[in-house]
């Protein structure tokens, strides 16, 4: 099925430029959807707009954007006006600059989106920017206005196309100074560190989509599907009974809990 | 100075060992330009109203009630109550169910980092962890209940921290192969590679994220302001895409190289570019495999 897609511009590498488009790559279409109901008719809620003076209903088409001057008063901006707004990077994701792969931390990522060539035209540019990003282990620093904000956005080759994260802006991202005083003091006692080592080699797994499946939407479709079969009302999805944590382990039986855990982990293995 | 206020407090449980930690938002989003809705007739700002579909009547918060659709207009309604009750409660421990190796990380599942920390006494277990997973460079998968949601997160060593980065679920991200299956298997060799990889090591440098301010607010401000003077607004002009003929010489040009000269005086016209030399020089093994793949291909 093709996705309508979020933006539409064009990818530029110095004097090569192609017609690409973007769509994010999160999306809420899988999930339960409920939709809003009036309890007393079970009728669907909708909302609709209303002139905040004379309280008439306002249609789609005479909604138009206000760009507040002062406290009563607006400009008029229609979507044509605002496309013509002077910045080259509200429809041209210009490539700046190339930085190695593992040079961006993770905590910068913000939203991802796909991008693709758009255009028959445009795929072999496409292709040459993308597989020499990858071939060079890069990724590529440009500015995108998206949702009416100027953003950094980085750009990642994926198979045939390419990831394009925005970044956090500088002021966005807090100091983890002020966070990890406690944790800079904390020392690892080098004697359990091959144990710990171990321990985490017997753990270790490849990545599978099944490490960020969802157990309550999956007993949210069972309590919609009960509810729809049976007239009678259905019994409440009984909570797991929780598992008080264990009481902290402090310094003296932290060697004792590792070995546990790679005695533990050995035997699962057998 | 402060201290600032934990989101949340519990506990990682790793094998046998368990540590006290609290969680922290790690980043904010910054405010975007806001519009208001205006009836185009009147000029008035608009206000949203919850109405009943049928009777149009509007209908208060109290009695709107989450509904979801079996079939054509029939719904099953389910109260607060009935959607909370699902959440298991929290136990408060983000218990390891796996370690996996960073470069398998597929980041396009991140959702909101948070910095973890150690909370009271937890000093030492925490930075066994820290550490442990630094040297073997793996990150944590584990799974709670965070801010009444059943979350997975995935912790990775972070400075002399954690970072937590909450995990969108597997159905809330596209398949990366299923959005670019359009695109024609298209590799790119030989020349065309060459001129790409010169151009972007012409143009290595560093992400730093202070360089990047929003410049819209002022240039809607800028747009406005034309508008009010009754200025034309300056049409928009458009990149021209490079057509499939003209890829190579667009290369060419990009990368400084006289389109003119033959393919041996290249190198030599590369070298007196003024780019450092050890940028120009350096990828000399590369610039042979590809040379070797033009000849073949």
């Known amino acids: 099925m093709a996705v309508r897609p979020y933006w539409k511009g064009y990818l530029k590498l110095s004097l090569v430029t192609c017609p690409v488009e973007m769509m994010p790559a999160t999306s809420d279409s899988e999930k339960v959807r409920f939709h809003t109901l009036n309890r007393e008719t079970e009728n669907r809620v909708v909302s609709h707009f209303v002139d905040a003076v004379t309280g008439k209903e306002v249609k789609e088409d005479d909604e138009v954007k206000g760009y507040q001057r002062g406290e009563n008063e607006y400009v008029v901006l229609e979507d044509e006006e605002l496309e013509t707004v002077a910045l080259e990077s509200t429809k041209t994701i210009d490539i700046s600059t190339f930085t190695p792969r593992d040079s961006i931390e993770w905590i910068w990522l913000d939203t991802p989106y796909y991008l693709s060539a758009s255009e028959p035209v445009g795929q072999e540019a496409f292709s040459v920017i993308r597989d020499a990003m990858e071939a060079q282990k890069m990724v590529g620093i440009s500015r995108l206005v998206i949702s009416r904000r100027e953003r950094a956005v980085m750009l990642e080759p994926r198979g045939k196309g390419i990831v394009l994260w925005t970044l956090r802006y500088g002021d ?64 409440r999805a009984k909570s797991k009974s929780s598992t008080t944590p264990s009481t902290p382990s402090n310094v003296v039986n932290i060697m004792d809990a590792l070995k546990k855990s790679v005695a533990a982990e050995s035997r699962r293995r057998k | 100075m402060v201290a600032p206020r934990a989101n949340w407090k519990g506990y990682i449980k790793f094998g046998e060992v368990t540590c006290p930690v609290a969680l922290y938002t790690a980043a904010s989003s910054s405010e975007r330009i806001s519009f208001h809705t205006l009836n185009r007739k009147t000029g008035n700002r608009v206000k949203r109203e919850f109405v009943d579909s049928e009777s149009g009547e509007p209908v208060e918060t ?26 298991p409660e929290s136990d ?8 996996i190796p960073c470069s398998q990380v597929d980041t396009t599942y991140f959702d909101k980092p948070y910095y973890l920390a150690p909370d009271k006494m937890g000093g030492e277990a925490f930075a066994l962890l820290r550490d442990g997973m630094a040297k073997t460079k793996v990150a944590a998968i584990a799974r709670t209940v965070l801010f009444r949601r059943m979350r997975t997160v995935l912790i990775r060593a972070h400075g ?41 090591r012409t143009k ?33 002009k458009l990149p021209i895409a490079s057509k499939p003929g003209d890829l190579l010489k667009a290369l060419r040009e990009s990368a400084g190289v006289n389109a003119s000269k033959s393919k041996s005086k290249r190198q030599a016209a590369n070298a007196n570019k003024g780019a450092p030399r050890q940028k120009a020089s350096s990828p000399s093994t590369k610039s042979k495999q590809a040379a070797t793949s033009r000849r073949t291909g």
Do not use: C
Not at chain 1, 203 to 232: C, F, G, H, N, Y
Not at chain 2, 92 to 99: R, W
């Open chain 1, 172 to 235: 966005e991202v807090r100091d983890e100074e002020t966070y990890f005083t406690a944790a800079s003091d904390a020392k690892a006692d080098p004697e359990m560190m091959p144990l710990v080592q171990r321990l985490i080699k017997k753990l270790t797994k490849d990545w599978s989509p099944s490490m960020v499946e969802d157990p309550v939407q999956e007993r949210l479709v069972d309590i919609i599907a009960a509810k729809k079969k049976a007239t009678k009302k259905p019994s």
């Open chain 2, 62 to 87: 109290d009695d709107q009630v989450k509904g979801y659709e079996i079939e054509g207009g029939r719904y099953v309604v389910l109260e607060p109550e009935e959607v909370t009750a699902v959440v």
């Open chain 2, 92 to 99: 408060k421990t983000l218990k390891i169910e796996a370690f």
């Open chain 2, 160 to 200: 002399k921290g954690l970072v937590a980065a909450t995990l969108n679920f597997d159905y809330e991200v596209r398949s990366s192969k299923e959005a670019f299956k359009e695109l024609p298997d298209l590799k790119i060799e030989g020349e065309m590679l060459e001129l790409a990889e010169h151009i972007i």
């Open chain 2, 204 to 236: 290595k440098g560093s992400f730093d994220p202070g360089d990047f301010d929003d410049r819209y607010e002022a240039a809607v401000a800028d747009l406005v302001k034309a508008k009010i003077e009754g200025r034309a607004l300056p049409k928009k």
